[in-house]
């Protein structure tokens, strides 16, 4: 407020609150564009570039991180998919991706997109606050909106045309878009997934993700070298309870016999254990005001839809932002909340079904695990039904914001 005194300010086009992968391809397909943009990140940059998320992408991720710049490495070190594995109780059952719906995936981890995006937006230039603390939204039904935060013991004020909302799903751009302007969907899953990551040969080239009695399993890679594997777990399980060793049996239990020799063991490089939910908040804009990411709309891991939602997000957003400076078109910027909401619905709706299909449910009756297996066993001997998996895996198109 005018009467408080901030001892820094700046002004800016597009203030982005949250540097993940969200905010880091904003600011870059921005800069693309000769919009200026400042990043106001909470965490340290190290931690950021840290953190060991999934790691499939679609291919339109794939062209719009090439678009952002950061499609070198990508193109050199990830690993094409053209399929990848159903299985019930160790059989198993491809899915075409390549056959059925003339489409791949890139396996290529999160931390390494996120390293990419870090180091083109310090290549060119962006102005990155880490380690940002009390960050404030104001003013966002007002055409100068603004940030205020903490950094380094200063108080800042940044001002700015538009402000985007890459803070996650615990950030402050959510909760800044009062209570009845908003309407959130929700549901909490009773497990959680018990991950690890290890420096030893994948179990085969293709993911497998598995339904067991004993529930379900992932197998998944980084490289030739490196795996990751996760298995369903009670939500609120001690990690402690899962030394490496137990943590091997189980995953060999649960993708049985045929795939259990070709596990190699190794050291845990990171163990941890995720929460799954579904989450969408409508709207995901409030006056000048974006939400962009996991501050939208949370997937439980089982699509690999996370990290593309996100991705597609900002590719909308970035395109309507343009727009606006390039020549005064506000379609994109009035369409941005629908657009992105109609195709974040129907990954959702994709993430979920693929979550109960494959996971144990306690609270399920003899029918409801009957149900669970005969809908597996038709994705099983239909071409249909695996193409409409297939469809859904490799990524749905995406519309035209500016329309
Ligand atoms: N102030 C500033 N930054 C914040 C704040 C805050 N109060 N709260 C959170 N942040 C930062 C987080 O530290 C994080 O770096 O916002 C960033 C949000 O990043 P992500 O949670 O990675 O979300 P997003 O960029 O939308 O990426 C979505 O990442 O979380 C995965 O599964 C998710 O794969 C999906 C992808
Ligand atoms: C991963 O490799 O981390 C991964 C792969 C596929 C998923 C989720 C996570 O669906």
Redesign the pocket.
Known sequence: MATEAFEKRAKTQVAI???????LLLAQLLWLQDIESII????TAAH?EGRI??GVLEQGSVDVLTRAGVGERLAREGARHSGFYLAINGKRCPIALEALVDGQVTVYG?TEVTKDLMAACRAAGTEMHHA?SE?ALHDLETAKPALTFRQDGARWRIEADFIAG???????SRQAIPAERRREFERVYPFGWLGILADVPPCQDELIYAHSDRGFALASMRSAKRSRYYIQCRADEPLEDWPDDRLWEELKRRLGPEIAPNITTGPALEKSIAPLRSFVCETMRFGRLFL????AHIVPPTGAK??NL?LGDVHYLSTALAAWYRDGNASGIERYAEVALRRVWKAERFSWMLTALLHDFEDDDSFGKRMRLAELEYIFSSKAAQTSIAENYVGLPFENVLA
């Open positions: 609150v949250g540097g993940g992968p969200s905010g106001i990140e909470r965490q950021v998320r999934a999160q940002a960050v890459c803070d996650g799903f615990r950030g402050p962009a990411g996991d501050s996370g990290l996100a």
